[in-house]
């Protein structure tokens, strides 16, 4: 059974109630950032939906082909905008977020600052832009280290799924093996 399958039979058989939808994510962190933002929405949405993570972007797509009637998300991550759309046109139940991965929505520190609880403003200082510069520094001063490692992504993450499927470990996407400008290189 492949794994896009095994994500398939759990979640029928353990999550998907009579007259419940699915909605499939990536990740574990995408998981718990969706269940926090439909709660928001809708406090009561677990009565309708069930929200699952599947372990990539690959197999969102696949289960998305074998389950038509299921909702999924995903990063836009390396698509461009002819992948894009040719990947909607063939999964019109896949929606596509417009940044890089959700995870870009919380290193915007202007859209950061209107997440915070009052509880964490209040740690902040009472200005708004110097409430913002407090947030924008511990992003921005490993700035370089991150351009590198984005960078390096940008060049080999087209050919990591070639990669996996010759076996290839998730191990080389470490973030902490290229630390400085001579790894980098290498």
Request: glycine share 4%; hydrophobic share 45%; proline share 5%.
């Amino acid at each position: 059974m492949k794994e896009f399958e095994w994500h398939i039979k759990t979640i029928l058989e353990t999550k998907i109630t009579e007259g419940k939808k699915a909605l499939i994510v990536e990740g574990k962190t995408d998981e718990l950032i969706f269940t926090q933002l439909l709660k928001k929405v809708d406090p009561q949405w677990e009565t309708k939906w069930v929200l699952a993570e599947v372990g990539g972007k690959r197999n969102v797509v696949d289960i998305l082909t074998a389950q038509p009637t299921w909702l999924g998300i995903v990063d836009r991550d390396e698509w461009d905008n002819a992948q894009l759309s040719q990947r909607q046109q063939q999964l019109p139940n896949l929606l596509v977020l417009p940044r890089f991965c959700i995870e870009n929505y919380v290193v915007v520190p202007s859209e950061l600052w209107h997440c915070l609880p009052h509880k964490q403003r209040a740690k902040l200082p009472d200005e708004r832009e110097a409430a913002i510069l407090s947030i924008a520094t511990p992003i921005t001063e490993n700035l370089e280290r991150w351009v590198q490692f984005g960078a390096l992504w940008a060049i080999i993450n087209p050919l990591w799924d070639e990669l996996r499927l010759l076996g290839f470990n998730r191990d080389l996407l470490d973030p902490e093996l290229v630390v400085d400008e001579q790894g980098f290189r290498a």
